[in-house]
């Protein structure tokens, strides 16, 4: 019994460790639903238009996508392909990797798996959190990646925010900071509400991306489930008949 608790808990650490990021920034968690293809759709308008200048996508075709997403081939070619790809090439963008790390210090990375990688409340948190920070290159930084060195691409949705803090005295006399939210300094195209949305669709497509066989596979388990059911039966009742025998 012991055993089973360990084992249980560790199970549930994974779920429990992804509330706050790596600097300890709470993590929201992102209202996805990979069965809502309006958002599914909406996430892939916007991550064409705004990240694909940076960022590829090396492991996904559009045709693909088209499908997975309910869409037609030719919707994809009209509204999402801006370069001379076909509609059978993987979502590859046209910035030479070199450059890219003389502009940025670092490469943007491949967003194929990144939702795996990071989990999409990390994605869905970092892309509400960039705030004011005139010490940073782009003059703005992020509270779930601190320094990192993407601009904030989506402000013209967002807008400009910096962060609000209280401060107060621990035990010690010294003072502490913490955050208690962000006040729009200047604001975007879209309210905040919309602005979540509108990251939760991205979240939503690229969490798609990273696992595009996801809803497929849980429909297929279930018949695979019912069918090793069923066969258990048959094969407990065989066994009972060759053994009928012997004992
Ligand atoms: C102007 C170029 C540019 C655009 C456009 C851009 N990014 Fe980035 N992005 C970068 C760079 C550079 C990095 C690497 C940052 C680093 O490692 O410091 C990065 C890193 C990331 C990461 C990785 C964070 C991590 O934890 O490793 C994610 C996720 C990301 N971008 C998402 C997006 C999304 C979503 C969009 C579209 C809304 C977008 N990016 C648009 C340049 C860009």
């Known amino acids: 019994m012991k055993k089973i608790i360990v084992l249980l808990a560790f199970l549930a650490l994974p779920g429990l460790s992804s509330a706050t990021s790596a600097e300890g920034y709470p993590l929201a968690k992102a209202p996805i639903d990979l069965h809502d293809q309006p958002s599914l759709q909406r996430g892939a308008q916007l991550f064409v238009n705004y990240c694909m200048g940076c960022h590829s996508l090396d492991y996904q075709r559009y045709n693909r996508m088209a499908r997975d997403i309910g869409l037609t081939d030719d919707q994809v070619k009209d509204n999402l392909i801006f370069t001379s790809a076909k ?33 999409v409340d990390y994605l869905y948190n970092y892309l509400q959190t960039f705030y004011l920070d005139p010490t940073r290159p782009f003059g703005v930084n992020n509270f779930v990646f601190p320094n990192a060195g993407m601009p904030h691409v989506l402000w013209e949705l967002q807008g400009m925010q910096k962060p609000v803090y209280a401060v107060h005295k621990d035990a010690a006399g010294t003072e502490v900071k913490t ?11 879209l309210t905040p509400p919309e602005y979540k949305e509108a990251t939760a669709d991205l979240v939503n497509f690229l969490a ?14 279930i018949w695979v489930l019912l069918f090793l059911a ?11 008949e060759y053994w009928k025998d012997v004992h």
């Open 179 to 189: 955050l208690t939210g962000f006040e729009l300094v200047q604001p975007g195209t």
């Open 230 to 240: 069923l066969a258990t039966v048959v094969f407990y009742l065989l066994k009972k």
């Open 87 to 119: 509609i059978g090439d993987t979502m590859k963008n046209a910035m030479p990797k070199a450059d890219a790390k003389r502009w940025f210090g670092v490469a943007p990375p491949d967003l194929s798996v990144i939702a795996r990688a990071r989990g």
């Open 208 to 221: 798609y991306v990273g696992e595009p066989i996801k809803l497929e596979r849980q429909r297929i388990g």
